[in-house]
């Protein structure tokens, strides 16, 4: 809380224009004491990023009220929006000039000039050929059937020589200009509609060509806007790595982010061509774990114990500290896919970014569970299937998820998916029981709150999915049972160099190959 109220400083200035700005108003600066469980709350987590990166990234609020021309603000003068089509149009035939010129001079030379850097349309915002469609021959037709009654619907009216066809210039023209109200609402077309104005179909044509293409470049630009600010959160070494899957083929688009959490960023994906060994969902969620702040620090103690990633945890740099918690998430949903526990199907995993199923459709990540609204029926069932799942995860999978809440349980296709296992570990981690009991905590609450009678409280849950049989019928007593079981646990690492099988509950040692 301090650090932001030191970053908000410098400009903060009287109360009321820094407030305007803080989309929570005025902070509370009164220090807060709270709990482990409260730290590690997700919702904490995501707020306390958000005010982090409002910190970090002011520019990115200066950029959206900066006055560009975007899709959504052109301006309404529309001598300037006249300039301005003209200005491009004429940047346009200058580089088809340029190109021509270019064409005759390289010839078939092996060798050839290139005359890019003179071109005034910019490779990025040019217009590529396919946005030059005929707009007749489109299906989005915005000109309404029901509309102008001026053309009969065979192409003439009236008798010998007044015979009025529909290629009557008057005719066309006042339809023409009934038509001119199709285009998008941004478009200016000035008040030419109220009046008898008959345009030329040679002017409608380039009028609503314009307008057309206007539309598509605008619908990019701000496209291009909101990536770019979503995309703060990755490093650019991350974005050409995303950038290369969509070269690739394997991606067909990266639409946008889903979440921007403290550790990882999400973003939604269209999948690409399969290739020889993998089909691509076709929708992806691209989960990049940050490598720019140093929260993972927090983490440590997730990996460090994790005797599977003992061997190499010393020895690494933060860089690549977090590749190894893309590699656990991988790993975690790996085992889980295939123990038949619905989450996120692996697709690939390239350094930090990994890339699974996307859990949702069309764009729209499935709610989580504490978001959605389920009757009586479906929560119950939902309460059943998240026991089933965490005696599946523990005894199949080997696993504690570790930070399982209704922020990590979507609710999707009429039923429960687990997400966000990267921070998962093995029950004989040496805090592994202790995160089981918070997961416990977490559901049992839940599902209490959320009616379901028949919801086991924490501790019947926790041995319920644990097998164990932890007799201490108040919380301080649990608690204090399962830390003198993970001390067992690690007495006998330190003394026999394995792992106990106490946790077993039914006697089957744990899993310790991958
Ligand atoms: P973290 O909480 O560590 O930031 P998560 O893995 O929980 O990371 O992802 C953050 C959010 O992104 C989730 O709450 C969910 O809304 C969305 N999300 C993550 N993975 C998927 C997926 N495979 N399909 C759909 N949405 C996802
Ligand atoms: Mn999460």
Redesign the pocket.
């Known amino acids: 809380m301090d650090s932001v109220e030191v970053a908000a400083a410098p400009d903060a200035g009287p109360g009321p224009a820094w407030q305007s700005k803080c989309p929570w108003g005025a902070h509370n600066t009164t220090s807060m004491s709270c709990s482990l469980a409260d730290v590690m709350s997700?919702q904490l987590a995501k707020e306390l990023q958000l005010e982090e990166e409002n910190a970090a990234f002011p520019e990115v609020v200066a950029v959206a009220e900066g006055p560009f021309i975007t899709g959504e603000n052109i301006d309404t003068s529309s001598d300037l929006m006249l300039a301005q089509m003209l200005q491009m149009e004429f940047d346009r035939e200058y580089d088809a000039q340029l190109r021509r010129e270019e064409k005759k001079i390289n010839g078939d030379s092996k060798v050839s000039i290139s005359f890019e850097n003179y071109r005034k349309v910019h490779p990025y915002d040019s217009d590529s050929s396919e946005d030059e469609v005929d707009w007749q021959d489109t299906r989005h037709d915005p000109y309404r059937a029901d509309k102008p009654t001026t053309t009969p619907r065979k192409g003439f009216i009236g008798k010998g020589k007044d015979i009025t066809t529909k290629h009557d210039e008057v005719v066309c023209g006042r339809k023409n200009t009934a038509r001119m109200e199709n285009f998008a609402p941004e478009f200016q077309v000035g008040d030419g509609i109220g009046m008898d104005l008959k345009l030329s179909n040679q002017v409608f044509n380039a009028l609503k060509q314009h307008a057309y293409s206007e539309e598509r470049r605008s619908a990019r630009l701000h496209e291009k806007k909101e990536h770019s600010t979503a995309e703060k959160a990755v490093d650019p070494k991350t974005r050409l790595l995303m950038y290369k899957m969509v070269n690739s083929g394997m991606l067909e688009t990266i639409t946008g982010c889903?979440?921007t959490?403290?550790?990882?960023v999400?973003f939604h994906a269209y999948g690409g061509n399969a290739t020889e060994d993998k089909v691509i969902p076709p929708e992806c969620?691209i989960?990049v774990f940050k490598t720019t702040l140093n929260e993972f620090k927090n983490r440590d103690k997730y990996i460090k114990d994790d005797y599977r990633f003992k061997d190499r945890f010393s020895k690494l740099n933060p860089r690549k500290i977090i590749r190894m918690w893309a590699e656990k998430e991988m790993h975690n949903l790996t085992r889980m896919q295939n123990a038949g526990i619905p989450c996120?199907q692996v697709v690939i995993l390239k350094k930090h970014v990994l890339v699974?199923?996307?859990?949702?459709q069309d764009q729209a990540?499935?709610p989580?569970l504490k978001d959605v609204t389920l009757n009586s029926e479906d929560m119950k069932k939902a309460y059943y299937q998240v026991l089933n799942m965490m005696q599946q995860l523990y005894k199949e999978c080997n696993l504690v998820h570790a930070d399982l809440s209704e922020?990590?349980m979507?609710w999707h296709d009429g039923k429960v998916w687990l997400?966000?296992v990267?921070q998962s570990v093995e029950p004989t981690h040496p805090h592994g029981l202790e995160f089981l009991f918070r997961d416990c905590r977490n559901v049992a609450q839940f599902f209490q709150k959320a009616g379901v009678a028949e919801a086991l409280n924490e501790r019947e849950l926790f041995n319920a999915v644990s097998g164990l049989n932890i007799t201490a019928d108040n919380e301080v007593d649990f608690q204090a049972e399962i830390e003198a079981l993970e001390k067992m646990n690690e007495d006998h690492v330190q003394n026999h160099g394995k792992k106990l099988s106490v946790f077993s509950g039914d006697g089957d040692p744990p899993i310790y190959a991958e």
Do not use: R, T
Not at 261 to 264: I, M, Y
């Open positions: 997700e889903i979440s959490g403290k550790e990882s999400v969620a989960k996120p699974m199923s996307f859990i949702g990540p499935a989580k922020y990590n979507l997400i966000d990267s």
